[in-house]
């Protein structure tokens, strides 16, 4: 691997072409931003028709771009997002008032958790706008800029494309943000503006997303040489590793710096799948005060910490029990680092860690103080995979986790939902390359059936491209969360989407039963026929052009089976296995961390 070359462009933007260039020097509004995306690495739209955006969804197949279709605009919203976690970059269109209100909770959720989505809204044309007209869905006030205001909120960059003169350059500089932030915008296309010829020559020429010159080198230097010392001198070091690690674009250096130091490494909930769980150093999910005692009282007695994209969340640090303390604590964040105490703000994160890299290279393991015998983390942190149980035994949560991760392998990416799975992820047993979706900070319930059909939508396109390995997209799914957004199931068959999915069934809202009221009436829910609904919604029996798969299981040698059969080891087609659990039943990680929540909630 080579360090000291900084790329001049986040990660999550693909390789850009130029390919799909027009032919014309003038095209239309909708064709100048759909070539942009295209050019980014989009492949397909998601969203909902709606009268003030229907003349821009004329464009989307004449520019090669797939439409998706949602039901509704919050699961185009949420598939959306799973869509750019996976690929960098997603686009989400919906119509003005209703349609953008209704995805908005997605759009927060993207904001909160740095998802790059372009949502391209069609607003109501301008001479109406400009008249305050009190149109159709408003508020009947004339105020037709309401709901940008709102999405000022929750957007990192936006663009009202009236001019026709500015509209290449506000589309570029729209795009350029979200990207750079990895996070949400906002571009309103006024049904008017649609058709109006704009200059494609700015089309030719990349978008540029280097960042300006920077003007803290002497900062950078005495970063490096603070890491460096703390690194070379540490006799009880850890690094934790977390969820951002992606969106800030530190993968390759996170891996490095994990497998040079062979520090004792750990992840967050949010930070799950981000090392190589292969690597003996690898020492599980550190929980904090919800977990291991032993393992707890030893990170407090480290005398360094590296803490790589940190979310400090409650619910990602356990009632923010895993906060260490920063006399022995270096923070990693996209462009600011601080260690034990000294923060050296705006600087080139990459160009540090590449030279913090570079010299531990140079140097070698011989000059590290730490000599990896502290103790045995693995053991003490790590629950090893349960052999098979009885049978007819009933499946509990305690060893479903594990048990399930027979399943996995390189290259596919696993979904977790907000909730049981949330916490039971922590227990997966991943292989190298696979790739964990989790909300650990917005946990909008639902968020994850919604996610998985746009990320197996991209990891289907990224496959058939060669530019990822084959894989499968496998998501666990509550029984509530199913209930909210349960149209997603639609639009995965209409677009053929590959999935396998585990619902969790335990008769209701159990997360919230331990939080309160394990027998109260409102955390029930309606117990639905969940393996019914492929065929509500549309899904043909019968067939092997999109072939369908549905099984209930209750005791661990119906799961084995499950397992060992071959419609679900090959992930073709929609595959839902419901899995039977005592509504009491909770992993316990769970009820360790409803238990710091309960406190929180009650403590003034």
Not at 273 to 289: I, P, R, T
Request: net charge negative.
């Amino acid at each position: 691997m080579e360090f000291g070359r900084i790329p001049e462009k986040p990660k999550s933007a693909l390789p850009q072409g130029t390919y799909l260039l027009p032919a014309s020097e003038q095209i239309c509004v909708a064709e100048y931003i759909y070539y942009r995306l295209r050019q980014l690495g989009v492949c397909s739209i998601h969203g909902v028709p709606g009268d003030f955006n229907l003349a821009a969804l004329d464009y989307v197949e004449a520019t090669g771009l797939h439409w998706v279709g949602n039901s509704n605009e919050l699961n185009a919203g949420y598939a959306a997002d799973g869509y750019a976690r996976i690929k960098g970059l997603s686009a989400l269109m919906t119509t003005g008032g209703v349609g953008e209100l209704s995805a908005l909770n997605a759009i927060a959720g993207g904001y909160a958790e740095k998802v790059p989505i372009v949502h391209i809204v069609g607003t109501p044309p301008t001479h109406l706008q400009d008249q305050n007209a009190n149109l159709h869905h408003s508020l009947g006030d004339g105020n037709l800029r309401l709901y940008a205001s709102i999405y000022r909120n929750f957007t990192c960059a936006q663009a009202n494309l009236r001019d026709p003169t500015q509209v290449p350059r506000l589309v570029d500089d729209t795009l350029r943000q979200c990207l750079l932030h990895n996070r949400p915008v906002y571009i309103e296309l006024p049904a008017d503006m649609v058709k109006v010829s704009v200059s494609a020559s700015r089309l030719k020429t990349a978008i540029d997303f280097s960042l300006p010159p920077s003007e803290s080198r002497g900062r950078e230097q005495q970063a490096v040489k603070g890491f460096v010392q703390a690194v070379l001198s540490a006799l009880q070091p850890l690094i934790i590793l977390d969820g951002w690690v992606s969106q800030y674009g530190f993968e390759q250096e996170a891996d490095e710096l994990v497998r040079l130091s062979g520090f004792p490494t750990a992840t967050t909930p949010f930070g799950k799948g981000k090392v190589n769980e292969s690597y003996s150093n690898f020492c599980g999910v550190y929980a904090g005060a919800a977990g291991s005692p032993e393992f707890l009282k030893w990170v407090a007695n480290c005398d360094l910490v590296i803490r790589l994209a940190p979310l400090d969340a409650d619910t990602n640090t356990y009632g923010f029990t895993t906060l260490t303390n920063r006399s022995v604590t270096i923070e990693i964040h996209q462009s600011e680092i601080s260690i034990r105490g000294a923060v050296y703000s705006e600087v080139n994160v990459k160009s540090v860690l590449h030279e913090v890299l570079s010299q531990l290279v140079e140097l070698g393991p011989a000059m590290l103080a730490y000599n990896g015998s502290c103790i045995d983390l693995k053991k003490l942190n790590l629950t090893a995979l349960p052999d098979t149980p009885a049978d007819t035994a009933c499946i509990t949560q305690d060893m479903f986790w594990r048990f399930i991760s027979r399943l996995f392998r390189p290259g596919d990416t696993i979904i977790a939902e907000t909730g049981t799975t949330y916490a039971g992820c922590c227990d997966f047993a991943l292989p190298p390359k696979t790739t964990i979706i989790n909300s650990a900070l917005w946990l909008s319930i639902g968020y994850a059936l919604g996610a998985s059909g746009g990320a197996a939508l991209a990891q289907r396109e990224m496959i058939e491209q060669g530019v990822r390995m084959e894989g499968r997209t496998i998501l666990f799914e509550g029984d509530g969360s199913f209930q909210m957004t349960v149209q997603a199931i639609s639009d995965i068959i209409r677009n053929r989407l590959d999935l396998i999915m585990f619902i969790v069934n335990n008769n209701g809202y159990t997360i919230e039963r331990y939080i309160n009221g394990m027998e109260a009436h409102y955390n029930d829910i309606q117990p639905w026929r969940y393996l019914d609904t492929p065929w509500y919604f549309g899904a043909a029996e019968n067939t092997t052009e999109y072939p369908v798969f549905t099984k209930q299981v209750k005791t661990w040698g119906d799961l084995e089976r499950v397992l060992e059969d071959n419609h679900v080891k090959d992930g073709k087609g929609l595959i839902m296995v419901e899995v039977i659990l005592d509504k009491e039943d909770a992993h316990p990680l769970l009820k360790q961390q409803m238990e710091l929540v309960c406190r929180q909630n009650k403590a003034r």
